[in-house]
């Protein structure tokens, strides 16, 4: 099944974000949490786009708050790249949303796809008592956090 991101990509974003070591179980569950906010977002999208009678999810259908953006601007300097193709093969494995995205919004994947692996990283330095290897019970800790905050 296609994946949004290999394992050792997120290994370089997660260790250059945060100083975190995670090993391939890990980035595969990190992996999961962030195929499920991408999802999520885009499924909100999805239905602003439908409530501003669109039939097309704009970037600004998003729901990216303020913090979102401000990690974005911290991901951005990483300089890290995150492949489009992967992310397009993901998304054409899940359930097809209803409405197409606008170009700007499917150029702009890479860089939320990079967030939400950065803001991942974050949560686990802050909720980790080993800051470099982080447990189990600590991302699932990161997980309600997010699943609580986007």
């Known amino acids: 099944m296609a994946k949004v ?16 070591d995670l090993d391939k179980n890990k980035t595969a569950r990190v992996i999961d949490i962030v195929e499920k906010k991408l999802y999520d977002l885009l499924k909100v999208g999805e239905e602003n786009a439908k409530y501003n ?11 990216l708050t303020m913090g979102f953006r ?3 601007k911290r991901f951005k300097e990483l300089e890290e790249e ?17 409405y197409p995205l606008e170009a700007e919004l499917e150029q702009r994947l890479p860089e939320i796809v990079g967030t939400l692996i950065y803001i991942v990283a974050r949560i686990l ?13 600590e991302l699932d800790k990161t997980e309600r956090i997010l699943n609580l905050t986007l």
Do not use: C, T
């Open 82 to 98: 995150v492949p489009l193709e992967d992310i397009l093969k993901f998304l054409a494995s899940k359930p097809p949303l209803k």
């Open 125 to 137: 330095k802050e909720v980790s008592e080993d800051n470099r290897y982080p447990s189990e019970e």
């Open 53 to 63: 009678d669109r039939q097309v999810i704009w970037l600004s259908d998003i729901p």
């Open 5 to 20: 991101i290999g394992h050792a990509r997120l290994e370089q974003i997660v260790r250059r974000a945060a100083g975190i």
């Open 70 to 72: 401000e990690s974005m």
